[in-house]
């Protein structure tokens, strides 16, 4: 009977303890990259605000089947639903399922005639669940190199 209560107050500490050191991380999260593009608005544009030209510089969207409707794509189990655009910016609402939503951000700034910075961003919001807390630091990680990859596929593709 012992050993089971030293169990239980155990995994109670335990938890409180991961629970207390999630506190600590921050409730949004953004992963950003930039890269800069001698192209001109409007094909920057191209490329970037209308989802059913992603194929021709986003990986996963040429190896996977997409379907389109309106401005939503369905990829595998995400779901990327085009929610601004403007002349200089896009913004999507990016569903991944097993994961808080993220906005997704994509604008193209003037650098100088001809040339402009393209800046993508992923923002999330995570409740204070230590699990998601935590899985926000492997965001940086796995989404910034993707991005850097992907940003690297567009400028090869603009020119």
């Known amino acids: 009977m012992k050993l089971v209560?030293?169990?239980?107050?155990?995994?109670?500490?335990?938890?409180?303890i991961i629970t207390a050191i999630s506190t600590l991380f921050p409730s949004t999260v953004v992963v950003s990259r930039a890269i800069e593009v001698n192209a001109q608005s409007d094909k920057i544009?191209?490329?970037?605000?209308?989802l059913n030209h992603w194929n021709e510089w986003m990986t996963e969207w040429k190896e996977n089947k997409v379907v389109f409707q309106n401005d939503t794509a369905y990829i595998g189990t995400q779901?990327?639903?085009?929610?601004?655009k403007t002349d200089s910016s896009v913004q999507f609402n990016w569903?991944?399922?097993?994961?808080a939503p993220y906005l997704v951000t994509i604008e193209w700034l003037p650098l100088q005639e001809g040339t402009y910075v393209v800046h993508w961003s992923f923002e999330q919001h995570v409740k204070w669940y230590p699990w998601e807390k935590f899985q926000t630091l492997l965001n940086e990680k796995?989404?910034?190199?993707?991005?850097e990859l992907e940003l690297q596929h567009l400028q090869a593709a603009i020119h």
Not at 5 to 16: C, E, G, N, T, W
Not at 45 to 50: F, I, M, R, S
Not at 95 to 99: D, L, R
Not at 142 to 147: A, Q
């Open 79 to 84: 779901k990327i639903h085009i929610a601004q």
């Open 95 to 99: 569903i991944a399922t097993g994961q």
């Open 142 to 147: 796995l989404l910034g190199g993707k991005m």
């Open 45 to 50: 544009a191209y490329y970037v605000a209308d």
């Open 5 to 16: 209560k030293l169990f239980f107050i155990s995994v109670l500490v335990l938890a409180s």
